[in-house]
């Protein structure tokens, strides 16, 4: 048994989830014509109580089209230090908008309505031009913490009286609305635009949506296309994500308890220094001096497991659809006969 908590992107779709894709309806999703991704662009939209939606192959070029249309060369994004927009997009907010970022050292990723008014700029031509704030929501970096709607209220109350766009990485949003005692449409009534990904927790094989307004999408879809991710009879994989979302998103709430129980079985190691709070389904452990990550990794290989050193001391966890409650048996059982050697190394 092969048990891979690298990341949730690992997924593999269900018998359920191919045999709706087989049967999809598709047409020319360029001439606008493919019936399930106009059906799916729907959907997430009205979850979230926003007009439009735009279905594309990835996240990244979701966030990077929503930067694109939001911004102008030379302009400032502002977002925290741990932004997948500005860390993990391979520098794409330079190179594709050239729009320059203020990182703010935020709490496990998330970032306040305060912090963000310190750095806002004077209208001077010295400064660059405040355009955007993004948030992330859950933050992956952040271990999978999520966002107060209070903060997030705060934050838009600012954007709003200085007129800056708010944007929301919420590539595991599903995973912050299982958990927080907020609905999609009170999330949704804070951002101009929201980015969803389908290909992480819900479980579909590709594709995220952009939603906004219809201006916004309208201008939007222009940039998919000048990006390259204008597709054709995407509707075959579009399927998966509409199935996804009807199906995939409660069962969340037992990747979060897995993710507790794994979270609490290493806080049983002497060798841990800091354990970032469960939140979700990610587990972030730092070690303690000495403990080289890359030896725990394989450590775990060794055992069949799968998981990822995200430094030299520290390691992540993440738990998805195709982690089953016995995989989490043996990974627990795994975690208590490691931790006696990897502690002689702290
Ligand atoms: C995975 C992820 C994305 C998008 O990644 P793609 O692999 O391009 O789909 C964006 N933001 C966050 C926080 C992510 O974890």
């Not at 089209?65 to 927009?85: F, K, L, M, S, W």
């Not at 708010?166 to 995973?175: K, M, P, S, T, W």
């Amino acid at each position: 048994m092969r048990i891979d908590l690298r990341s949730d992107t690992l997924t593999q779709p269900t018998e359920a989830m191919l045999s709706v894709m087989m049967k999809a309806e598709v047409g020319d999703d360029v001439f606008g014509e493919d019936p399930t991704i106009n059906a799916l662009e729907d959907k997430v939209a009205q979850i979230f109580g926003h007009e439009s939606g735009l279905y594309c192959p990835s996240g990244t070029m979701t966030n990077q089209i929503a930067i694109n249309v939001h911004t102008r060369p030379g302009d400032e994004v502002i977002c925290d230090q741990y932004a997948h927009i500005q860390l993990y997009e391979g520098g794409g907010l330079a190179a594709n908008s050239g729009a320059t970022a203020t990182l703010l050292p935020g709490d496990r990723g998330r970032i306040t309505a305060e912090q963000v008014a310190s750095v806002l700029k004077a209208d001077d031509p010295h400064f660059p031009s405040s355009r955007l704030v993004a948030l992330e929501n859950t933050s992956n970096k952040g271990g999978g913490s999520i966002y107060a709607l209070e903060e997030m209220q705060k934050i838009k109350t600012l954007c709003d009286a200085k007129d800056l766009a708010l944007h929301l990485d919420g590539a595991r949003v599903f995973n912050a609305l299982n958990v927080a005692d907020y609905s999609a449409r009170e999330l949704g009534a804070q951002f101009d635009s929201i980015s969803i990904c389908l290909s992480k927790g819900l479980g579909a094989p590709v594709g995220s949506v952009l939603i906004g307004n219809k201006e916004f999408i309208y201008k939007a879809r222009r940039v998919r296309k000048r990006f390259g991710g204008g597709m054709r009879q995407a509707g075959f994989i579009a399927a998966a994500g509409i199935y996804a979302l009807d199906h995939h998103v409660d069962r969340l709430a037992e990747d979060h308890s897995h993710a507790k129980s794994i979270g609490a079985a290493f806080t049983e190691w002497a060798s841990v220094a800091e354990l970032v709070p469960v939140e979700t389904n990610i587990v972030i452990v730092h070690f303690k001096p000495g403990v080289d990550a890359q030896k725990v990794v394989e450590a775990f290989r060794e055992k069949g497991i799968y998981i990822l050193a995200l430094g030299p001391g520290t390691i992540r966890l993440v738990t998805h659809l195709d982690v089953t409650s016995e995989m989490i048996t043996v990974l627990l059982e795994a975690i208590k006969s490691l931790g006696k050697i990897i502690d002689k190394m702290a």
